[in-house]
């Protein structure tokens, strides 16, 4: 069981009547042992860590919880603690990282050898000691989607010819990281997962191991129980993260509570990032239906 032995914060309980603001972690901690992470947007927005959000996971761990950052990038793990690292995220905010990337490799392991490579070539590392072949389109038996070519310039508009070529021979696409758009400092970048969308849209076949699907969060909780060396029950792990189809849906789908990062991707759609309108807010919840234990601007102790 976590302990917050000595904060001074006593613990809050969930109501049925929404989701509930919170000022910060520290309020709920003693209701749970383990918390999924999100990391762009939450942790990071891409050009640096923000120090309230790591203090806060780093107490969380202090007082017995354990923390596993999972995050959609379609990518191995040691890549994403390497650009972490870069990003001033302290090692004592963590306990290990889950990625998509991670849980896609088991859905290549088992696609057809000859795969054509649909993103950039810094995402190369999800095909390393499988045994496939990266081809042309023309070649391909399957496609494995990680992300636009080229995420500054492009748009998943530029994609509808190939996405229908592809659908066309009826390929199945593997899609490494299922986010529409991630934050890029103080703008918004396409990923994989929008040309995910658009390909199912035409007919086309997707297989999808991260956020909102079950294997990442398995692969999450088994890491944490393995470092606990006990089973984890399911209503002491809170998930947090700030992309609504794909956090709060999966902690959601998965059985778990979440708490709602109002200031990220979202954030336009009701105001201010760091005081946001609070009715609009919990109408673009109920629209998109989506339905988070707590909510907080940004995550902090």
């Known amino acids: 069981m976590a ?12 109501t049925t009547a929404g989701p509930r603001r919170i000022a910060g972690l520290s309020q709920i901690a003693r209701n749970y042992d383990l918390i999924l992470c ?34 959609n990038a379609p990518r191995q793990r040691r890549s994403v603690l390497r650009q972490l690292s ?28 000859k795969l054509f490579h649909l993103g950039p070539a810094r995402d190369g590392n999800l095909f390393e000691d499988i045994d496939c072949e990266r081809v ?4 391909a038996d399957a496609v494995v989607c990680s992300g636009l070519f080229d995420d500054q310039t492009e748009t998943p508009a530029d994609y509808g010819p190939i996405l229908a070529r592809f659908a066309a021979r009826n390929l199945v696409m593997i899609c490494a990281n299922p986010d529409i758009v991630v934050e890029m400092g103080d703008r918004l970048v396409w990923c994989a997962g929008a040309l ?11 297989e999808i ?7 990442i969060y398995e692969a999450a909780i088994a890491f944490a129980e393995t470092l606990r060396g006990a089973k984890i029950e399911g ?25 709602y990062v109002a ?26 239906n989506a339905s988070p234990a707590y909510w907080l601007p940004r995550l902090a102790w």
Request: proline share 5%.
């Open 196 to 206: 995910a969308r658009d390909y199912a849209a035409l007919g086309g076949r997707t």
């Open 3 to 14: 302990t917050t032995t000595g904060i001074g914060a006593k613990p809050e309980t969930k």
């Open 86 to 113: 870069i990003l001033g995220v302290p090692e004592e905010a963590f306990d290990g990282i889950v990625t998509s990337g991670d849980v896609t490799r088991d859905l290549i392991r088992r696609a057809p050898r």
């Open 235 to 259: 209503n002491r792990i809170l998930a947090i993260g700030d992309g609504v189809p794909t956090d709060i849906a999966g902690a959601r789908e998965f059985g778990i509570d979440a708490v």
């Open 38 to 71: 999100d990391v762009w947007g939450v942790v990071h927005n891409g050009r640096a860590a923000w120090p309230m959000t790591t203090d806060a996971l780093a107490r969380f761990r202090a007082g017995g919880g354990i923390v596993i950052l999972i995050t």
């Open 263 to 288: 200031a990220g991707i979202h954030a336009a759609e009701y105001g201010d990032a760091d005081d946001p309108d609070e009715s609009r807010l919990a109408e673009f919840l109920a629209r998109e």
């Open 209 to 215: 191991a991260g956020k909102p699907y079950r294997p």
């Open 136 to 139: 042309g389109e023309e070649l």
